[in-house]
Nanobody, 124 residues
Framework: QVQLVESGGGLVQAGGSLRLSCAASGRTFSTYAMGWFRQAPGKEREFVAA????????YNADSVKGRFTISRDDAKNTVYLQMNSLKPEDTAVYYCATSRLPILPRFSSQYDYWGQGTQVTVSS
């Protein structure tokens, strides 16, 4: 079993930046693809970004392309989400998740373990 703990959320003005971190327990972190999702009040959870096992391939949702970057540090069992040029519509609870699939999963059903989430609020 994998435990995930997100951190780095907070309140930021539009145009600002935040870096989210997701620390994973266990020795098998490098065998998982990792993803970030978000859920705004009254909305369904949506895919944000994913990174494959080696860290060499990433994929971002269209809504965050050019603004968000996902990366991983297997030595620290941590995946990051660098968020720049934040907009009020980025306000949501952000979740990280693990997947054993050898691809870049973009659907929540393809992920096995989830963190508890971290709140990101962008003011206009």
């Amino acid at each position: 079993q994998v435990q995930l703990v997100e951190s780095g959320g907070g309140l930021v003005q539009a145009g600002g930046s935040l870096r989210l971190s997701c620390a994973a327990s266990g020795r098998t972190f490098s065998t998982y693809a990792m993803g970030w999702f978000r859920q705004a009040p009254g909305k369904e959870r949506e895919f944000v970004a994913a990174i494959n096992r080696s860290g060499g391939v990433t994929y971002n949702a269209d809504s965050v392309k050019g603004r968000f970057t996902i990366s991983r540090d297997d030595a620290k069992n941590t995946v990051y989400l660098q968020m720049n040029s934040l907009k009020p519509e980025d306000t949501a609870v952000y979740y990280c998740a693990t997947s054993r699939l050898p691809i870049l999963p973009r659907f929540s059903s393809q992920y096995d373990y989830w963190g508890q989430g971290t709140q990101v609020t962008v003011s206009s």
